[in-house]
């Protein structure tokens, strides 16, 4: 893995594909990806390619003001922990969930509900948000 690790798993996301790391000694991903294994530490890895689907398993608003300046013009949105099939945990935007009250707890009370990559550009950097299916 002699290529900037950043930018092979953003410039995926730019051609649409949601890139993670596989050890070849346990056998368990890393996501997002990193130079060593999260699970075991050695630096025998693999790029895999994840699915984009999960389970939608929490969902809140974003943070207002939002931290960085480049998610302005997106606020305020909903910010959700998915469980993706792989079974590793993402967090991101949701970009098709009202942030009310109201419906944030109706997403609540659903339990795990289905989502996909919604791979979204925001001010020239193509960042990983998931929409309900």
């Known amino acids: 893995m002699s ?4 930018k092979k798993y ?3 996301l730019k051609s649409g594909k949601i890139l ?3 050890c070849n000694k346990c056998g368990k991903y890393t996501f997002p990806p990193t130079t060593r294994c999260q699970h075991c530490g050695r630096d025998d890895l693999a790029w895999t390619e994840f699915s984009g689907k999960g389970k939608l398993m929490y969902v809140s608003h974003g943070m207002a003001p ?3 300046q480049r998610f302005v013009k997106l606020a305020p949105y909903a910010f959700g922990h998915v469980l993706l099939e792989e079974g590793v945990y993402a967090q991101g935007i949701v970009t098709n969930i009202p942030i009310d009250p109201k419906t944030l707890n109706e997403y609540y009370e659903k339990g795990p509900i289905d989502v996909e990559a919604d791979i979204i ?3 020239g950097l193509s960042i ?3 929409k309900t299916v």
Request: aromatic share 10%; glycine share 6%.
């Open 3 to 6: 290529d900037s690790i950043i």
């Open 128 to 130: 990983l948000a998931f």
């Open 10 to 12: 953003y410039d995926g």
């Open 66 to 68: 939002p931290p960085n």
């Open 121 to 123: 550009d925001v001010e």
């Open 20 to 22: 993670a790391t596989k």
